[in-house]
């Protein structure tokens, strides 16, 4: 069974930065497309990023210029920095994966990320 284990949340002041990373094991990365999903309290999860394949990358719009998706594939994991947060970016992180053109079959446990002062 493919396992993602997320890791690298915390708390952060407004403004500051963290960059969370989801390694794959059972399995290589190399085939899966993967992204990054949230989910804050009493709201339904959302999309955040994915980087397929081939590395090409898509954001949803709150997080366009802030936040970079990446993967190095010899390293099974992918990383989410993610730069000048504010408290709307206070959610549980889960990483996913894919296969190409299908929706995410694997999901990570989540990591909790929470900006405050």
């Known amino acids: 069974q493919v396992q993602l284990v997320e890791s690298g949340g915390g708390l952060v002041q407004p403004g500051g930065s963290l960059r969370l990373s989801c390694t794959i094991s059972?399995?290589?990365?190399?085939?899966?497309?993967m992204g990054w999903y949230r989910q804050a309290p009493d709201k339904q999860r959302e999309f955040v990023a994915q980087i397929s394949t081939a590395g090409s990358t898509n954001y949803a719009d709150s997080v366009k210029g802030r936040f970079t998706i990446s993967r190095v594939n010899a390293k099974n994991t992918m990383y989410l920095q993610m730069n000048n947060l504010n408290a709307e970016d206070t959610a549980v992180y889960y990483c996913s994966a894919a296969l190409p053109g299908s929706r995410p079959g694997y999901w990570g446990q989540g990591t909790q990320v929470t900006v405050s002062s």
């Open positions: 059972r399995s290589s990365i190399s085939i899966y497309a």
